[in-house]
């Protein structure tokens, strides 16, 4: 692609790029990591800014989406950041985190037995995978190696010392 110029969006300026198709491309500037997010694209310069124009607005909206996280604690979402696309949450105890799109949470409304419920499942298979690891680092081992160095051990004993060559 090719950068052809750069276009004011909303007050800002952003690059346009045009592939060697005709389809044109509205980039956000590069970040720190040299990568440019594409807001809009079409095979019309007034398309691709439309596009761009309505990405930009979304990345304005915030909103309140209230959340129970996997280990009990009460959050809200309210935003996707500008860049990376994660989700912006602030916990109860007013912790800020930024997390992956996908990841799962509880709903709001989940009722405080089912949630202890499922908080003491989990502890349960907390101990119970601590104990299965004690057990099999006790009395595991990789049968393949073994049977291996129990064949080279045997071999080892059969074999007859080579005679020596003279030069």
Known sequence: MAVVGTKEILGQEYDIDVSKYGVFYIKDVAGE?????????????????????????KRKVKVQVPFITKNGQRGMATALHGRNRKVLTTLADGA?????????????????????????????????????????????????????????EAAAA??????RIKS
């Not at 059969?158 to 005679?163: C, D, R, T, V």
């Open 158 to 163: 059969k074999a007859k010392p080579l005679a």
């Open 33 to 57: 990591d040299g990568r440019s997010d594409i807001l809009g694209s079409g095979d019309t310069l007034d398309q691709a800014t439309a596009k761009a124009r309505i990405e930009l607005n």
């Open 96 to 152: 800020k985190q930024a997390v992956d799109q996908h990841t799962r949470v509880f709903k709001p409304d989940m009722p405080k037995e089912v949630l202890d419920s499922y908080l003491d499942k989990v502890q349960r298979e907390r101990e119970l995978t601590a104990e299965i690891r004690k057990i099999d680092k006790e009395w595991e081992f990789s049968l393949g190696q073994t049977v291996i160095a129990a064949i080279n």
